[in-house]
T-cell receptor
Framework: GENVEQHPSTLSVQEGDSAVIKCTYS??????FPWYKQELGKRPQLIID?????GEKKDQRIAVTLNKTAKHFSLHITETQPEDSAVYFC???????????FGTGTRLLVSP | DVKVTQSSRYLVKRTGEKVFLECVQD?????MFWYRQDPGLGLRLIYF???????EKGDIPEGYSVSREKKERFSLILESASTNQTSMYLC??????????????FGSGTRLTVV
């Protein structure tokens, strides 16, 4: 089955810096790659997603890149703000019954 | 505008009890999922359902069962609660396949403590 690895587990940046979180997946048939943000005490919420027929997608300060050959995808956050502090999860899936396998999460801390 | 509702935010149960966690969605989604979330382990899939009365095991189904008698409701059952089932349980739903820009919608979670 699918296996997703996510790095780093913790990332600390200064406000205004960029942050990059990386994930690798194992199942070459996976075709859907979402990213979720979970603020403390709240539910995970989708922030951006991409399908395998697209190599990059951008939404304001957030972008996701996908390298199908290497089976890895990354989340890029530019001009970070304190409210970006949260745990971020990557996921991969879309095959079979479309179930997603999640990474172990990255705790992002943005200091003012 | 809560769309996936989990019946309890916090639960404390005794070892050996049978525990029911309820989840209801109002988006007419085909797929529903139960995950547990533990520090350092991310979200691990327990069971999922792609249609009424249909269910599939996820990665960690041992000690759990599920029920989906109606499209909008998906129940997680701990047959005999144990302390290692103390965790945050998250329910989610999605279209089949997940729609771009929508993905999974999660509930607020149930923090279960087994003593």
């Amino acid at each position: 089955g699918e296996n997703v690895e996510q790095h780093p587990s913790t990332l600390s940046v200064q406000e205004g810096d960029s942050a990059v979180i990386k994930c690798t997946y194992s199942d070459s048939a996976s075709n859907y790659f979402p990213w979720y943000k979970q603020e403390l005490g709240k539910r995970p919420q989708l922030i951006i997603d991409i399908r395998s027929n697209v190599g990059e997608k951008k939404d304001q300060r957030i972008a996701v890149t996908l390298n199908k050959t290497a089976k890895h995808f990354s989340l890029h956050i530019t001009e970070t703000q304190p409210e970006d502090s949260a745990v971020y999860f990557c996921a991969a899936g879309g095959t079979g019954f479309q179930k997603l396998v999640f990474g172990t999460g990255t705790r992002l801390l943005v200091s003012p | 505008d809560v769309k996936v509702t989990q019946s309890s935010r916090y639960l404390v149960k005794r070892t050996g009890e049978k525990v029911f966690l309820e989840c209801v969605q109002d988006m007419d989604h085909e797929n529903m999922f139960w995950y547990r979330q533990d520090p350092g382990l991310g979200l691990r899939l327990i069971y999922f359902s792609y249609d009424v009365k249909m269910k599939e095991k996820g990665d960690i189904p041992e000690g759990y069962s599920v029920s989906r008698e109606k499209k909008e409701r998906f129940s997680l059952i701990l047959e005999s609660a144990s302390t290692n089932q103390t965790s945050m349980y998250l329910c989610a739903s999605s279209l089949s396949p997940p729609a771009l820009g929508h993905g999974y919608t999660f509930g607020s979670g149930t923090r279960l403590t087994v003593v």
